[in-house]
């Protein structure tokens, strides 16, 4: 999918090291992130997480969207002096501008009326330029399949999933939250909810993981094995190339259902809020982590936790509904699906026949359209033909 960033700005040149390409794409994605932090501090009331916002050490996020708008400019005059096409350079220049002249790291925050309703572009635009970061030059550097690129097949749809998830912060955490609660206002039990909060969090952290991850498999399991679930979470195995922003390729009624089963257990068991916190972020990273183009082997890690390699066979076209886990790889040992062939690597990733359309929008409407047509009859591909013994989620 270079070619596709390459129309949106006219430039087919040489993308290889010493041309300008890497500091072009660089720049303008770090002006773009710069001036999107400024409009942040413009309108904080509207575009950032009213949980996060009391939290944030804003003279170090003032730091990081000078650091961004700097950066980026000069990646753009680099790029203008490396590269015959000058498109990338200027981009990044005048994006940088526009971040300067609307204001900069030094805009004062005026928190204004609080919003009923927000966009968490704080949030996507901290985890966009963190994760990419860190796993980017991971994966270029120590890639198993360094051929894939940065722009590979299927960035923008993942992408797009990526940026809708975080913006959507507001209604996701509402709607996850939803059935947890309810129940918990309930099914309280008082002194059970006491001793758990009051056990150290060394101890919480991985009950809490362990608890969660024997919920998600049952759940993750049923969306392959129901077929009214799976056209919802055959849009996250449509992703044929794997890397830091493929695990970001999730349908939302997927990611509200398994979200709000997973936290029935952890909110009724009363779990202390800082525990929760950190298995929060575990499993953020977790989920970013096991979708890596990454060419190491954990080796005895590899039975202990849920590692890369074991989440690849989980997306493979062959052998299919292996390795649901999330955390903690013996739980599928446990109950019959663990696949882990010496040191082999999937050949295949995705679904045969790719039966899911690429794009943020056909990808939300595929599922509807795909039980509309199952129950018309229609021959539109509804379901996967992974090409084992056929399931639930494989009958027309």
């Known amino acids: 999918m270079e070619g596709w960033l ?20 660089l720049g303008v994605f770090l002006a773009a992130c710069g001036l999107g932090g400024v409009l942040v501090l413009h309108f904080p009331e509207w575009l950032t997480s009213a949980e996060l916002r009391a939290n944030y050490p804003v003279p170090l996020m003032r730091a990081l969207i000078g650091a961004a708008i700097g950066l980026g400019f000069l990646c753009g005059c680099l790029s203008l002096l490396l590269r015959s096409r000058k498109v990338l350079g200027l981009t990044a220049i005048a994006l940088a501008g526009l971040a300067a002249l609307s204001g900069g790291s030094a805009v004062p925050i005026d928190n204004g009326v609080a919003q009923p309703f927000y966009v968490g572009l704080d949030w996507f635009l901290l985890n966009l330029l963190l994760l990419a970061l860190v796993f980017v030059p991971l994966e270029q550097t120590f890639g198993r399949l360094p051929e894939q690129g940065v722009f590979r097949f299927g960035w923008v749809t993942d992408g797009g999933h990526f940026l809708v998830s975080h913006l959507a912060l507001q209604v996701l955490t509402f709607l996850s939250l939803l059935p947890a609660g309810w129940l918990a206002a309930r099914l309280v039990a008082p002194d059970l909810q006491a001793w758990v909060a009051s056990q150290p969090i060394w101890l919480q952290v991985p009950a809490i993981m362990l608890i969660a991850d024997l919920t998600q498999y049952w759940v993750h399991r049923a969306f392959h094995r129901v077929s009214w679930l799976w056209p919802f979470h055959a849009v996250h195995h449509s992703s044929r190339v794997l890397d830091w922003l493929a695990g970001s390729r999730l349908h939302l009624v997927d990611v509200v259902v398994t979200r709000a089963l997973v936290l029935v257990p952890v909110f009724l068991l009363g779990f202390a809020e800082p525990a ?20 190491f082997r954990f080796r005895w890690i590899e039975g202990v936790l849920v590692t890369p390699r074991f989440h690849h066979w989980h997306h ?16 599928d040992r446990l109950f019959g699906t663990h696949y882990m062939p010496g040191d082999a690597w999937p050949a295949a990733l995705g679904i045969e026949g790719h039966p899911v359309p690429e794009g943020y929008l056909a990808q939300t409407g595929y599922p509807f359209r795909a039980l509309r047509d199952r129950q018309t009859g229609s021959s539109v591909a509804a379901v996967s033909t992974h090409g084992h013994e056929p399931g639930p989620h494989e009958r027309p």
């Open 6 to 25: 390459s129309r949106r700005f006219g430039d087919t040149s040489p993308r290889h090291f010493g041309t300008g390409w890497i500091s072009g794409t």
């Open 276 to 295: 929760l916190y950190a298995w929060l972020v575990i499993i953020a990273f977790h989920a970013v982590f096991n979708h890596v183009n990454l060419r």
């Open 316 to 331: 493979a076209v062959a052998p299919v509904d292996r390795n649901f886990a999330v955390h903690f790889p013996w739980i």
